[in-house]
């Protein structure tokens, strides 16, 4: 695997899960697959999650990790051309690019969207960048559009309670307020890779946040949230901005709503199957969901981002095993 952006970057969804399975039974198993090879994870943005899991997956495989924070400590990158670099950027990012290739053997991007030019943002513009001129396998740490490694932790924990279930869940994607303006790409993958997995997947937003259909074509989009919660055994809570589709084109990165009858209380997971609730973190309290709820015994918020760990040492193993 030389890049990881898709769940198709994957292949089959079953055998990427059964894999994940057996390196939560022993995530050291292939700690001799990394010696001598280099993890590069560059962030252009903050983490807590990805910066701590991705880190400990390389470590579980025996890689060396560099961590560069791109705002803090190294110069000023200008990520667009044709520029006349006459203002605070001292580099620009096609010679930062194969510099950054020469000392390692991997490279995790974390990338968000600006949510101002949404063509530059959905041609996932700067990872493509990477994975043109590092002449590195490169991996998704979120990007402008998709946030994999996410989704598939969430995946790993999807499957992990619904076999106590015995049976198909049902799993939605519900869009809660924010005060700021948030990107797309958790919201994208999560559907993306539900729609891949055995699940009955519901998304439920107000009008205007309808997600992009590559990542959702065959989903059920539900504008009532509550006739979406019914009979639910996972809510997924998630903020996200416009995301520009059709008629909302011109308003792209907008905040639309910040209706607080969205926000997930303990009234809302009464319509639910008993639901699990779930969200990647960091999540707002009392905008995106209510203490009550997040402190629930049924809030999954911990374990998945432990499977965080679990995910990206699945992801590095594939990497590591087609360099
Ligand atoms: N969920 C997630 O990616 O968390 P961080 O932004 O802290 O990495």
């Not at 400590?73 to 690019?97: C, F, N, P, Q």
């Not at 307020?177 to 890779?193: D, G, Y």
């Not at 509550?226 to 084109?249: H, L, M, Q, T």
Request: hydrophobic residues 40%.
């Amino acid at each position: 695997m030389k890049s990881f952006l898709n769940v198709q970057d994957l292949g089959e969804l079953n055998a990427a899960l059964r894999e994940a399975a057996e390196i939560k039974a022993d995530r050291y198993k292939y700690d001799s697959l990394g010696k001598n090879k280099t993890l590069l994870m560059v962030f252009f943005n903050n983490s807590l999650r990805t910066r701590l899991s991705t880190q400990k997956a390389a470590m579980n495989l025996g890689m060396n990790v560099i961590v560069l924070d791109v705002n803090a400590g190294a110069w000023k990158l200008e990520t667009e051309r044709g520029v006349i670099m006459d203002g605070d950027k001292s580099e620009h990012l096609l010679e930062a690019i194969p510099v950054m290739g020469c000392y390692c053997d991997v490279i995790g991007i974390r990338s968000f969207a600006g949510l101002t030019d949404r063509d530059y943002d959905y041609a996932e513009t700067v990872y493509h960048q990477f994975l043109k001129y590092s002449g590195k396998p490169v991996f998704a740490m979120e990007t402008a559009t998709v946030h994999p490694l996410q989704a598939f932790a969430d995946l790993i924990t999807i499957d992990e309670y619904s076999q106590k279930m015995g049976k198909r869940p049902k799993v939605v994607l519900t869009w809660a307020p924010h005060p700021r303006s948030l990107p797309q790409a958790v919201p994208n993958s999560f559907a993306q890779w539900m729609l891949a997995a055995d699940v009955d997947f519901v998304i439920t937003h107000p009008e205007g946040y309808e997600l992009d259909p590559v990542f959702t074509a065959g989903a059920c989009i539900e504008y009532d949230q509550r006739k979406a919660f019914e009979g639910a055994d996972f809510i997924y809570a998630k903020n996200w901005s416009c995301p520009g589709v059709g008629k909302y084109r011109a308003d792209y990165g907008k905040i639309l709503s910040k209706d607080m009858s969205w926000t997930v209380d303990a009234e809302h997971m009464s319509w639910t199957n008993n639901a699990h609730f779930m969200h990647c973190l960091p999540v707002r309290r009392g905008m995106i969901v209510t203490d009550d709820v997040i402190e629930a015994p049924t809030s999954l918020v911990i374990p998945e981002a432990a499977n965080r760990e679990i995910s990206a040492t699945v992801v590095l193993k594939r990497i590591l095993q087609s360099v």
